[in-house]
């Protein structure tokens, strides 16, 4: 089993930039991929972004490319995902998953943390 814990969210003012985290746990060796995802209220739960653990290779949503980086910490087996110029559109649980592929489909992400709330609002 793999355990994923999300931190970072919160409420912050549209412009700012906010830091998530995901720290990983359990038999994670048999994960090679994490990937961040986000559901907003009334909306189908959408991919953000992703990593490859071993090579660092990356992967972005095009709708949120050039506002969002992700990075990982190898030594805290930690994920992390910065949000640039948050928008009120960006109010939203941010999920952090892991699984064997970085792909936008949430189908090939086995392990799930509990997710962490941004909202965005002045």
């Known amino acids: 089993q793999v355990q994923l814990v999300e931190s970072g969210g919160g409420l912050v003012q549209p412009g700012v930039s906010l830091r998530l985290s995901c720290a990983a746990s359990?038999?994670?060796?048999?994960?090679?991929?994490r990937g961040w995802f986000r559901k907003a209220p009334g909306k189908e739960r959408e991919f953000v972004a992703a990593?490859?653990?071993?090579?660092?290779?990356?992967y972005y949503a095009d709708s949120m490319k050039g506002r969002i980086t992700i990075s990982r910490d190898n030594a805290k087996n930690t994920v992390y995902l910065q949000i640039d110029s948050l928008k009120p559109e960006d109010t939203a649980v941010y999920y952090c998953?892991?699984?064997?592929?970085?792909?936008?489909?949430?189908?090939?992400?086995?392990?799930w943390g509990q997710g962490t709330q941004v909202t965005v609002s002045s």
């Open positions: 990593i490859m653990w071993s090579f660092g290779i990356t």
């Open positions: 998953a892991a699984g064997t592929t970085i792909t936008s489909d949430d189908r090939n992400y086995t392990y």
């Open positions: 359990g038999r994670t060796v048999r994960t090679s991929a």
